[in-house]
Protein backbone atom coordinates (compact mmCIF):
# COMPACT_ATOMS: atom_id res chain seq x y z
CA UNK A 1 0.00 0.00 0.00
CA UNK A 2 1.46 3.33 -0.84
CA UNK A 3 1.71 6.18 1.49
CA UNK A 4 3.19 9.34 1.92
CA UNK A 5 3.43 11.55 5.18
CA UNK A 6 4.21 14.96 4.28
CA UNK A 7 5.21 17.65 6.73
CA UNK A 8 6.45 20.88 6.95
CA UNK A 9 4.12 23.50 5.61
CA UNK A 10 2.53 26.34 7.26
CA UNK A 11 2.05 30.49 7.72
CA UNK A 12 4.83 32.37 6.86
CA UNK A 13 6.26 35.62 5.89
CA UNK A 14 7.51 36.90 2.78
CA UNK A 15 10.76 36.01 2.60
CA UNK A 16 11.03 33.67 4.57
CA UNK A 17 12.07 30.27 4.80
CA UNK A 18 10.63 26.53 4.87
CA UNK A 19 11.13 23.07 4.49
CA UNK A 20 8.74 20.45 3.20
CA UNK A 21 9.21 16.27 3.58
CA UNK A 22 7.60 13.51 1.74
CA UNK A 23 8.24 10.43 3.83
CA UNK A 24 6.98 7.28 1.54
CA UNK A 25 6.18 3.51 1.93
CA UNK A 26 4.58 0.83 -0.25
CA UNK A 27 6.86 1.57 -3.42
CA UNK A 28 10.41 1.28 -4.42
CA UNK A 29 11.31 4.81 -3.71
CA UNK A 30 14.83 4.38 -5.24
CA UNK A 31 13.39 3.51 -8.48
CA UNK A 32 11.07 6.66 -8.88
CA UNK A 33 11.61 10.17 -9.66
CA UNK A 34 10.06 12.17 -7.38
CA UNK A 35 8.46 15.77 -7.58
CA UNK A 36 6.72 18.58 -5.63
CA UNK A 37 3.52 20.34 -7.36
CA UNK A 38 1.75 22.93 -6.07
CA UNK A 39 -1.57 24.51 -6.86
CA UNK A 40 -2.95 28.00 -5.85
CA UNK A 41 -7.17 28.48 -5.55
CA UNK A 42 -8.77 28.81 -8.75
CA UNK A 43 -5.33 27.75 -10.68
CA UNK A 44 -3.96 24.46 -12.35
CA UNK A 45 -1.70 22.06 -10.55
CA UNK A 46 1.94 22.84 -11.53
CA UNK A 47 5.29 21.11 -10.94
CA UNK A 48 7.22 23.11 -9.05
CA UNK A 49 10.99 20.65 -8.89
CA UNK A 50 11.50 16.99 -9.99
CA UNK A 51 14.68 14.90 -8.90
CA UNK A 52 15.45 11.43 -10.74
CA UNK A 53 15.73 8.39 -9.00
CA UNK A 54 19.25 7.52 -9.40
CA UNK A 55 21.60 10.62 -9.87
CA UNK A 56 19.91 13.01 -8.94
CA UNK A 57 19.42 15.18 -11.43
CA UNK A 58 16.57 17.99 -10.73
CA UNK A 59 14.42 20.08 -12.46
CA UNK A 60 13.07 23.70 -11.37
CA UNK A 61 10.05 25.75 -12.75
CA UNK A 62 11.49 29.07 -13.54
CA UNK A 63 9.56 30.93 -10.73
CA UNK A 64 11.68 28.93 -7.57
CA UNK A 65 14.55 28.92 -9.88
CA UNK A 66 17.35 29.74 -7.29
CA UNK A 67 14.75 30.08 -4.15
CA UNK A 68 13.64 26.19 -4.07
CA UNK A 69 16.43 23.11 -3.77
CA UNK A 70 14.51 19.58 -3.70
CA UNK A 71 16.58 16.91 -2.48
CA UNK A 72 15.83 12.79 -1.68
CA UNK A 73 17.49 10.56 1.01
CA UNK A 74 16.88 6.88 -0.66
CA UNK A 75 17.71 5.61 2.61
CA UNK A 76 14.87 7.40 4.53
CA UNK A 77 12.77 7.03 1.09
CA UNK A 78 12.08 10.86 1.65
CA UNK A 79 12.25 13.74 -0.24
CA UNK A 80 12.51 17.47 0.65
CA UNK A 81 11.82 20.57 -0.81
CA UNK A 82 13.23 23.89 0.57
CA UNK A 83 12.20 26.91 0.02
CA UNK A 84 13.85 30.35 0.48
CA UNK A 85 13.20 34.28 0.25
CA UNK A 86 9.01 32.89 -0.26
CA UNK A 87 6.76 35.16 -1.57
CA UNK A 88 3.06 35.50 -1.81
CA UNK A 89 2.38 34.13 -4.81
CA UNK A 90 4.11 30.71 -3.62
CA UNK A 91 1.21 30.69 -0.79
CA UNK A 92 -0.76 27.24 -2.62
CA UNK A 93 -0.97 23.50 -1.20
CA UNK A 94 2.16 21.56 -2.11
CA UNK A 95 2.02 17.93 -3.56
CA UNK A 96 4.59 15.43 -3.46
CA UNK A 97 4.67 12.74 -6.28
CA UNK A 98 6.49 9.49 -7.63
CA UNK A 99 6.87 8.72 -11.15
CA UNK A 100 7.62 6.17 -12.90
CA UNK A 101 6.69 5.18 -16.38
CA UNK A 102 2.87 4.84 -16.28
CA UNK A 103 3.11 4.43 -12.10
CA UNK A 104 2.13 8.26 -10.39
CA UNK A 105 1.24 8.41 -6.78
CA UNK A 106 0.44 11.77 -4.91
CA UNK A 107 0.65 12.54 -1.40
CA UNK A 108 -2.19 14.54 0.32
CA UNK A 109 -1.33 17.99 0.40
CA UNK A 110 0.93 20.34 2.68
CA UNK A 111 -0.82 24.10 3.06
CA UNK A 112 2.11 26.39 2.60
CA UNK A 113 0.63 30.40 2.85
CA UNK A 114 2.80 33.01 2.43
CA UNK A 115 1.24 36.30 4.03
CA UNK A 116 2.71 38.96 5.88
Known amino acids: QVQFVESGGGLVQPGGSLRLSCAAS????????MGWYRQAPGKERELVASISGVGGTTNYANSVKGRFTISRDNAKNTVYLQMNSLKLEDTAVYYC?????????WGQGTQVTVSS
Open 26 to 33: GFMFSMYA
Open 97 to 105: NALRGPSAY
